[in-house]
């Protein structure tokens, strides 16, 4: 775990909120990058579903990420491979007699 004595705080704004965070110096770029990326994803899911609050769009946010992130870790070739010989060896396994 890192020093607190190397964090450094932060503020950023998502969906019209401010929040502080203490990071390391290194994560800032990263860190901003990413709230300027989910606060646009809760601005297009705004203006494309109306009457929900902020909190709605805050999780619609969280839940397209991480799917998106589940997708992409299902889609890593070292796993879609792993799943493939799982499912060859089952396969196999429930054709012996």
């Not at 601005?43 to 998106?68: H, I, P, W």
Request: proline share 4%; glycine share 4%.
């Amino acid at each position: 775990m890192e020093d607190n004595e190397e964090l450094i705080p932060i503020n950023v704004w998502l969906a019209g909120r401010s929040y502080r965070l203490r990071i390391m110096p290194d994560e800032e770029e990263p860190v901003r990058k990413a709230v300027k990326q989910a606060d646009a994803k809760i601005t297009e899911l705004r203006s494309n579903y109306a009457g929900k609050d902020d909190q709605d769009f805050v999780a619609m946010c969280l839940l397209s990420y991480a799917a998106d992130g589940a997708l992409s870790a299902f889609q890593h070739p070292l796993v879609k491979e792993g799943f493939d010989e799982l499912s060859k060896k089952l396969d196999d396994a429930l054709n012996e007699d």
